[in-house]
């Protein structure tokens, strides 16, 4: 039974799959994560709001990202996805209409936590549980792909954005956005549906999985997996929402222009999409937390030399090499969630792993404003940055000497 189930031909829709998710996160995820990068200057001219008041906005927006994947992860796991998937859809785009027409903090607060909470909370996690689903192998490279969405829209939506509150204001450019995502959105989730039975991987977890680091996930509970990797995702995350979220300020500090600011944003997750892309077919080379090890350590490494550029020049060509490096991360964190968990809690932990991912970003974007208005620049934000980083790889390399320790001693038992 084993080897007719391992031999049979994997079904070709698996790719509409992929092709679809990585759109509706490119949409969702572009806006969610770091589309309001490009608010800081338009809010402060209209309403004369500090930096770290309307980081507070992109941080709403995770929390309730983090706190509704743990929900929409559980949902996803016992409802039939295309039914998740059109309410995050729906949601996403009635408070982008929603935030168009504010006019209070208070207002963008709420509208984005709701946003994070029903609508991407829908979305990431059981598009993310169910790409992985549909592959019995090379998992990595699609989760990689699926991943690379996430990155174009990271790039895509901040640039975009920001020509059209350069031609429409603010107010009609998150118009624009909402409409187009309730259009596009809908669409694409009538493409979602979940894989044949006798196409997901076994249920008993990795033993055969050539992703796994470990030979057997039962070695390390689920719930024990979420709360490891969580922990190492909050700082990863925190690293990661630095300059995200005030590279395009940063480089406004310095004399260069909202739309060529977004531009270098843009071409940073150019490069993401490569190396989501190229992290993902990594793991499935030399295991899934070898890989993430190695594009936090590249994301470590490198953040802070943001400060060390004045040029627009000197922007695009070190967005391209931290582009690509820093990109391996979330393609990292998801590929392990998927390697090391069974099927049946694979969308509720990845759930909880997203939770403390998220709330890392809405961390690192709120300590970057908060950290600026005290300071008045941003050496202390990015310095943060990167203590966060050298923790986490800290855990994920105390997670792969565990695992390996634990595959040796079942080794010798048997």
């Not at 785009?93 to 991407?120: D, E, H, K, P, R």
């Not at 998992?139 to 509150?165: K, T």
């Given at each position: 039974?084993?080897?007719?189930?391992?031999?049979?031909?994997?079904?070709?829709?698996?790719?509409?799959?992929?092709?679809?998710?990585?759109?509706?996160?490119?949409?969702?995820?572009?806006?969610?994560?770091?589309?309001?990068?490009?608010?800081?200057?338009?809010?402060?001219?209209?309403?004369?709001?500090?930096?770290?008041?309307?980081?507070?906005?992109?941080?709403?927006?995770?929390?309730?990202?983090?706190?509704?994947?743990?929900?929409?992860?559980?949902?996803?796991?016992?409802?039939?996805?295309?039914?998740?998937?059109?309410?995050?859809?729906?949601?996403?785009?009635?408070?982008?209409?929603?935030?168009?027409?504010?006019?209070?903090?208070?207002?963008?607060?709420?509208?984005?936590?709701?946003?994070?909470?029903?609508?991407?909370?829908?979305?990431?996690?059981?598009?993310?549980?169910?790409?992985?689903?549909?592959?019995?192998?090379?998992?990595?490279?699609?989760?990689?792909?699926?991943?690379?969405?996430?990155?174009?829209?990271?790039?895509?939506?901040?640039?975009?954005?920001?020509?059209?509150?350069?031609?429409?204001?603010?107010?009609?450019?998150?118009?624009?956005?909402?409409?187009?995502?309730?259009?596009?959105?809908?669409?694409?989730?009538?493409?979602?549906?979940?894989?044949?039975?006798?196409?997901?991987?076994?249920?008993?977890?990795?033993?055969?999985?050539?992703?796994?680091?470990?030979?057997?996930?039962?070695?390390?509970?689920?719930?024990?997996?979420?709360?490891?990797?969580?922990?190492?995702?909050?700082?990863?995350?925190t690293c990661m929402a630095v300059p995200l979220m005030h590279l395009v300020p940063l480089m406004q500090d310095r004399g260069i222009p909202l739309?060529?600011?977004?531009?270098?944003?843009?071409?940073?997750?150019?490069?993401?999409?490569?190396?989501?892309?190229?992290?993902?077919?990594?793991?499935?080379?030399?295991?899934?937390?070898?890989?993430?090890?190695?594009?936090?350590?590249?994301?470590?490494?490198?953040?802070?030399?943001?400060?060390?550029?004045?040029?627009?020049?000197?922007?695009?060509?070190?967005?391209?090499?931290?582009?690509?490096?820093?990109?391996?991360?979330?393609?990292g964190i998801l590929v392990c969630a998927r390697a090391l968990t069974p099927v049946s809690k694979r969308a509720s932990v990845l759930g909880i792993?997203?939770?403390?991912?998220?709330?890392?970003?809405?961390?690192?974007?709120?300590?970057?404003?908060?950290?600026?208005?005290?300071?008045?620049?941003?050496?202390?934000?990015?310095?943060?940055?990167?203590?966060?980083?050298?923790?986490?790889?800290?855990?994920?390399g105390a997670l792969y000497i565990t695992t390996n320790r634990r595959r040796t001693a079942l080794a010798f038992a048997t």
């Amino acid at each position: 039974m084993n080897s007719i189930r391992e031999t049979a031909p994997e079904p070709v829709y698996r790719w509409v799959i992929v092709s679809a998710s990585a759109l509706m996160l490119a949409l969702s995820m572009g806006m969610m994560v770091n589309g309001t990068s490009v608010l800081f200057i338009p809010l402060f001219e209209e309403f004369g709001w500090q930096r770290g008041a309307v980081s507070l906005i992109n941080t709403s927006g995770m929390v309730g990202l983090a706190i509704g994947g743990i929900f929409m992860g559980r949902i996803a796991d016992k409802t039939p996805i295309r039914r998740v998937v059109l309410v995050g859809a729906v949601v996403i785009g009635l408070c982008m209409l929603g935030a168009s027409q504010a006019n209070a903090l208070w207002q963008f607060y709420v509208l984005f936590f709701i946003a994070g909470f029903l609508g991407v909370g829908a979305l990431f996690a059981p598009l993310i549980a169910n790409v992985g689903n549909w592959f019995k192998t090379g998992a990595g490279l699609a989760l990689g792909i699926a991943a690379a969405g996430q990155a174009l829209g990271q790039g895509g939506m901040p640039y975009v954005l920001a020509l059209l509150i350069g031609a429409l204001g603010w107010r009609d450019a998150l118009m624009s956005v909402g409409l187009t995502m309730l259009v596009l959105l809908i669409s694409l989730a009538m493409l979602i549906k979940q894989p044949p039975k006798n196409t997901t991987s076994s249920d008993t977890g990795a033993a055969d999985d050539p992703l796994a680091d470990v030979g057997d996930t039962v070695l390390i509970a689920p719930n024990t997996i979420a709360l490891w990797l969580g922990a190492a995702a909050i700082l990863c995350c925190t690293c990661m929402a630095v300059p995200l979220m005030h590279l395009v300020p940063l480089m406004q500090d310095r004399g260069i222009p909202l739309e060529d600011a977004g531009s270098v944003l843009f071409v940073m997750l150019v490069a993401a999409i490569a190396g989501r892309i190229a992290f993902g077919k990594l793991a499935d080379m030399i295991g899934a937390i070898r890989s993430y090890w190695i594009a936090s350590c590249f994301q470590t490494v490198l953040v802070f030399f943001f400060l060390q550029i004045d040029t627009l020049q000197g922007y695009y060509i070190f967005a391209v090499i931290y582009g690509f490096g820093y990109a391996g991360v979330m393609t990292g964190i998801l590929v392990c969630a998927r390697a090391l968990t069974p099927v049946s809690k694979r969308a509720s932990v990845l759930g909880i792993v997203l939770f403390f991912a998220f709330m890392g970003h809405g961390i690192g974007g709120y300590q970057g404003g908060f950290f600026f208005d005290l300071t008045g620049n941003y050496t202390l934000t990015y310095a943060n940055a990167a203590i966060a980083g050298i923790v986490n790889l800290i855990l994920v390399g105390a997670l792969y000497i565990t695992t390996n320790r634990r595959r040796t001693a079942l080794a010798f038992a048997t």
